[in-house]
């Protein structure tokens, strides 16, 4: 659900006494050594070395890796109720750092779990490398109308489902209501309407609107598809042809838009996800911050909303470019999926479709803020629906805002080469903050630079 | 092993010597039976690593197509890609002028805690010391909330005098930001080694030199330098390799300004994200290897130059 820059900012954010970092932890427990019998082999298929405890010893096991708060629970939730299968679960890092483990262990051939948590936009990454098994065939009917047809679209490719579908990240405007009562200003319905609004706090001497922060180029591709962009288009019957449309004129719009937003001295360009970030969140030099439905989970425990600030915050949906036809886009959201390295796939999908899937979990998950849940059951649960969020003073987030953006959601198509794409994107974001290129530049740069990377990796590009 | 030494040991206690040439032998098989264990380790973490490496380097894996051989191929790609080359050019200009600071500070605190002795040298001598004792990790992370506009001082102090503080994570200062970190962190260490090399010196030169009338800027220009030039030239080889594969303080320093230190920062931060990001471990070692290149040139031609003139001041 998060990113590799979480973690990052949790260990920076301990270290800052200015602010408690606390984050939620709810599987701290049991030490290592839940030794089971079917240690197959070395690495992340080794089964002895997990961080719960199996009881049932005599069934099988499947390895899992996988970095949610509550895991712990989530795993002995399943375990117990399992008496076909039981889940070896090993944290190995948060977002980026679990993937370079996982990218080293299909390098080398060995070495990877059975069943990995990852985040959807990552799954084309790994699926051209065959590193995914595609599990339509192994019980995918009986889950199938368990989550809507946007979080099936970000699991899979083609007709092929690469993972089971556990938290999703509608994006939403969290604002200061402090500060747009200060000056006068409603949640803007259009991204025309935030510029004006922006630009009249800024005009009243008023803070920044909103942050553009080059290290989250997964915010920049959300809103460039919102406007319309189709940034890869694939076959997965032919995968050595991909089209690659990253400079088109969605693109280069959005990119200017937050390009001229900067300059103007409208928003800020702090790095999000780090402690000086949150510190002005705390303390509202930013009026917005466009973000998922987990951040009340991730500010909550990065300590915003604890002090002079609590009860200051609101949600309101995501601006839109044609208020007439409004598009909703996703950030983050993991799914569960089963790795080529696993010794017994169907076993193992029943892992990916089961895990995370029972109510005491699901409900431990939202109501901690830990997910915003894709299951239905959850999603349709009048207890999730009305509640009254926190960290939004009582304001009926997931009713009013998370959950019509969930539903209206119709899935995205991601980069099969999402790290290089990212890191690109963040170079020329961080080109464009500097003001030494226009967003529109940054868009033909981006494109370049990855139309060759997969000219490169023997790609046909369209 | 450890029984075969006690029992050769305990013969050549007891017996009467032996034949020349069956001593020698026996010295020949003491000295691989001392230098097998460590052997054994530097070719299995040291030089088998290097010739995978090596070996990798010379291979080409792509996502469609597979691995083929291609010789020399990716260091042809690695001396003409503009990432990578940019990164060398950064660590070159880096070193040009990180190294000369460290060294003309270290330089100064050595000759200052050698000639001034009193309670407090002592005291002062472990401070300066101290950074290099903390790790590059915490020193970065450290420096990274000094030069923080919301928790660090320098908002603080420049605001004393109306002014907006520096942004050292813009791409303007990164820079010097890295310059003064790096400083920070090793100056204290060459100083210490040059503090070390000038104890070693006669104080009797000292005595003869004042003799003559030398004073002391006389005695630590024409005296103290010439003699720990040799050190000096140790810790400037030392500055120039580690400045040349500059990594730890750009990465974690990268977290908090991603849009300013791209992956390709400098070219070890490059070999990493290609080998451990990227999946392309080929071009990762072609990368570490052309580096690898690059340091022994500069370090070749550095010792070349100072050669003939071991005494260069």
């Known amino acids: 659900m998060k990113r590799k820059s979480l973690i990052t900012a949790a260990a920076l954010l301990a270290a800052a006494s200015a602010l408690a970092a606390c984050a939620p932890d709810a599987g701290g427990g049991s030490a290592a050594g839940g030794s089971a019998p079917a240690a197959n082999d070395a690495g992340g298929n080794n089964a002895s070395n997990c961080t719960n405890t199996i009881s049932k010893k005599d069934l099988p096991v499947v390895t899992f890796w996988g970095w949610y708060p509550n895991m712990q629970l989530v795993v002995d939730n399943f375990n117990k109720q399992n008496n076909e299968v039981q889940v070896c679960w090993t944290n190995v890092g948060q977002g980026g750092d679990e993937y370079d483990k996982f990218q080293t262990a299909i390098s080398a051939g060995t070495g990877a779990p059975d069943v990995i948590m990852i985040e959807a936009d990552r799954i084309p990454t790994f699926q051209i490398q065959k590193a ?14 368990n989550y809507g047809p946007g979080a099936w679209k970000d699991v899979s490719i083609g007709g092929a489902v690469y993972g089971a579908p556990v938290d999703g990240g509608p994006m939403a405007m969290i604002y200061r209501k402090d500060v747009f009562e200060k000056y006068k200003i409603t949640p803007p319905k259009t991204w025309a309407e935030y510029e004006q609004a922006a ?64 300059k103007n ?30 951040a009340p989970g991730y500010l909550t425990g990065a300590g915003v909303g604890k002090g002079k600030d609590t009860g200051k915050f609101a949600v309101a949906p995501l601006p839109q470019w044609d208020s007439s036809n409004p598009v909703q886009v996703n950030w983050g959201g993991s799914a569960f999926s089963v790795t080529s390295q696993a010794k017994n796939p169907a076993l193992a999908a029943k892992v990916a479709y089961g895990l995370y899937a029972d109510d005491e979990s699901l409900t431990d998950g939202w109501t901690n803020q830990i997910i915003f849940p894709l299951n239905l059951k959850a999603l349709n649960d009048p207890a999730f629906v009305d509640l009254k969020v926190a960290f939004f003073d009582g304001q009926q987030a997931n009713k009013e805002v998370y ?27 961080g080109a464009v903050i500097d003001g030494s290129i226009t967003g529109a530049q940054a868009a033909d740069r981006v494109q370049e630079d990855v139309a060759n990377y997969a000219k490169e990796q023997g790609f046909t590009v369209q | 092993m450890t029984l075969l030494i006690e029992e050769s040991a305990t013969s050549t206690q007891e017996k009467t010597p ?26 299995a973490f040291l030089i088998a690593p290097l010739a995978y490496a ?27 890609d503009p990432t990578f080359l940019s990164g060398v050019w950064f660590v070159v200009r880096f070193s040009v002028v990180a190294i000369p600071v460290q060294i003309v500070i270290a330089l100064a605190m050595a000759l200052i805690v050698d000639a001034v002795t009193s309670l407090f040298t002592r005291f002062s001598r472990l401070m300066i010391f101290l950074p290099y004792a903390i790790p590059t990790v915490i020193g970065a992370v450290m420096w990274g909330f000094l030069y923080s506009k919301s928790f660090g001082p320098l908002t603080d102090i420049f605001g004393l005098f109306g002014a907006t503080a520096p942004d050292f994570f813009s791409k303007n200062l990164i820079f010097y930001g890295l310059i003064n970190v790096v400083t920070w962190q090793w100056a204290g260490y060459y100083m210490i080694i040059l503090y070390a090399a000038l104890q070693g ?33 140790l810790i400037l080889v030392f500055s120039l390799i580690g400045t040349l594969q500059f990594f730890n303080e750009p990465q974690i320093l990268r977290y908090l300004a991603a849009g300013t230190i791209a992956p390709g920062f400098t070219p070890n931060m490059y070999a990493y994200q290609q080998a451990f990001g990227l999946a392309n471990f080929n071009y990762g070692s072609a990368i570490s290897f052309a580096l690898g290149g690059i340091v022994f040139v500069c370090v070749y031609a550095f010792l070349f130059f100072t050669r003939k003139r071991r005494s260069f001041f």
Request: a positive charge; charged letters at 20%; aromatic letters at 14%.
């Open chain 1, 403 to 429: 959950v019509p953006a969930a539903n209206a959601y119709t899935g995205m198509t991601y980069s099969p080469f999402g790290q290089y794409y990212f890191d690109s994107m963040t170079k020329q974001i």
């Open chain 1, 265 to 294: 001295g409208l928003v800020g360009t702090q790095d999000q996800f780090t402690p000086e970030y949150i510190a002005g969140v705390v303390n509202g030099k930013y009026a917005t911050y466009i973000s998922a439905a987990w």
């Open chain 2, 54 to 80: 090596l070996y990798l380097s010379l291979w080409q894996k792509k996502l469609i197509g597979g691995t083929s051989f291609v010789f020399l191929g990716n260091y042809v790609k690695a001396f003409t």
């Open chain 1, 132 to 145: 995914l098994v595609d599990i339509k065939q192994y019980g995918y009917d009986a889950v199938k109308d």
């Open chain 2, 201 to 233: 010196i006669d104080p009797t030169l000292y005595e003869a030199a004042r003799m003559d009338g030398a004073g002391k800027w006389q005695i630590a220009l024409r005296i103290k330098i010439p003699l720990i030039a040799p050190a000096l030239l």
């Open chain 1, 199 to 262: 630009q009249k706090v800024k005009d009243a001497g008023g803070p920044q609107f909103g942050d553009l922060g080059a290290n989250v180029p997964a915010v920049m591709m959300a809103l460039q598809i919102q406007k319309g962009a189709n940034p890869y288009t694939y076959d997965p019957a032919r995968p050595e042809s991909i089209g690659i449309k990253l400079n088109d004129q969605a693109s280069k719009d959005v990119l200017d838009y937050w390009g001229r937003l900067a």
């Open chain 2, 18 to 43: 032996k034949s020349r040439g069956k001593v020698r032998l026996r010295e020949h098989l003491m000295g691989w039976v001392f230098v097998g264990p460590f052997g054994l380790v530097f070719l």
